[in-house]
């Protein structure tokens, strides 16, 4: 199968995949890049909603943009940490700040941290280590241990996760990060020490926050906006009376449905109502564009270049030209929708030998299964 298009196997049916390279979206990239620089010219926490339907490559767009923080490719000029997290667990957390604190532990990981730890070990100018004696010592220790043969208990500590007594003894610290008030303490601790590492920001690539009205009760997903409110609201007190604290900066996924209707609804059920317009005035909204015909034509000629058997001149056959434009318009520039129907396509394609596929075959097989004017799937 799949030979006579010089493939290895169909390269649409394979959910993302190592091999796939991820599709630079130029356009999208530069007004992040937009934001998130004068998000640093701000004293205050900051917070963008990226809106976009299931799909259309919201959880693409962070990780590129986490890749590019990473890099340096934006916000080069400023000294921030950045890390991508799911809002939730397939089993949701009883304790949601808890997890919020943990969940920056691990995904800045350890070699994050290492980075830190060496920097507090080298710290020698003194105001910045007269500021470190003032901040959480259990914190500091622990931080002070990593990048050590110490490593392995302080970071069993830092990341909240159980620890024996003998474990904590051989870090020296006292109390554990258990409760949702201690690692709300701790976070706050960890941000006035990222500052005084010269932290301009730390930026929070948060995915799927729609699933938050999955979560187990209207309760549970009104405690989880809190959670976030509280930590925006705490760093922004600080930093509003003079404070040296790293700030936060979130940029948050969401579908634009969830966003607009089911997270106000959700807070006026709960009694929060009164959350809401703080909740709204905070944010920017970045509404995500579908994949323009250049964009699909990328995403199908990358995907087929990772399957061909043989290398070739024609990057983009057994489709020709007229095909990009076409199933653009009918998958509405939705990527997921995009691969699926050209899945299909290729596969039937491939069943009757058709050697080219253009518009027209294309459009014929998507109308014979009448999948032409699916709004919805
Ligand atoms: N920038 C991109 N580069 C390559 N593939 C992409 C890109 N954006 C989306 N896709 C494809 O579309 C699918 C859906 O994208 P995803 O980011 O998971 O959407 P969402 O998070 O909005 O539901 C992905 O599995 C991937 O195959
Ligand atoms: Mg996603």
Redesign the pocket.
Known sequence: MYEQFNLRSNPFLE??HED??????EEVSRDLDFFLNGFMKQASPQMLAIL??????????LL?LLKKLKEGKILGDFKTLSLYMKVLTPKPPTKYFHYLYSETMNRLGLSSLRLLSKEIRGLRNKPRLARLQEIDQDLVKALSCIGTDLESPAWSFLRGAPILASQMKKINVDSKITTDERAEFIYIEFLKTLDILGYKSLILLI?EFEYILTATGAKRSAQIIVSFKDLFDKTNEMIGVGENICKPVFII?CTPGVWREGIPSLMNSVGLGGIYPFWERIYSTYTLKPFSDDETRR?VTSRLQARRIKTTNDAISPFTHDFFPFITKVTQGI??RT?RRTAFVLDIADQRGIERINRDEAENILKEFNLIKTNKE
């Open positions: 959910d993302f796939f390279p991820m599709i630079d979206r976009g339907d299931y799909g259309i490559g919201k959880t693409f767009v590129q995915d996924a995403l990527p997921r691969l």
